[in-house]
């Protein structure tokens, strides 16, 4: 693996924007369909429960948390 561990703020705007459309993302690094993976947060009781994805590329292992209902990364 070579660079940084993380995507670049460019590649991360690339998958939010992928989301939106209703695409299945794909890494923007090598082209390998992304791993999606739901992720729970806060207490539906108190009133900040959210809803994520955890998109994880399974060749070069990058990954990013996107909070679904902002439409934006954590």
Known sequence: ???H???E???QRTIREQVARG???VC???GTPMTVRSIG???FGLG???RREWLICPTC???LIFDLKRGTRN
């Open 5 to 7: 561990a993380q995507f």
């Open 28 to 30: 923007p690094r090598d």
């Open 48 to 50: 900040y429960a959210r």
């Open 61 to 63: 292992r990058r990954s």
């Open 23 to 25: 695409e299945k993302p």
């Open 9 to 11: 703020p460019d590649e």
């Open 1 to 3: 693996m070579e660079g």
């Open 41 to 43: 947060g806060g207490s």
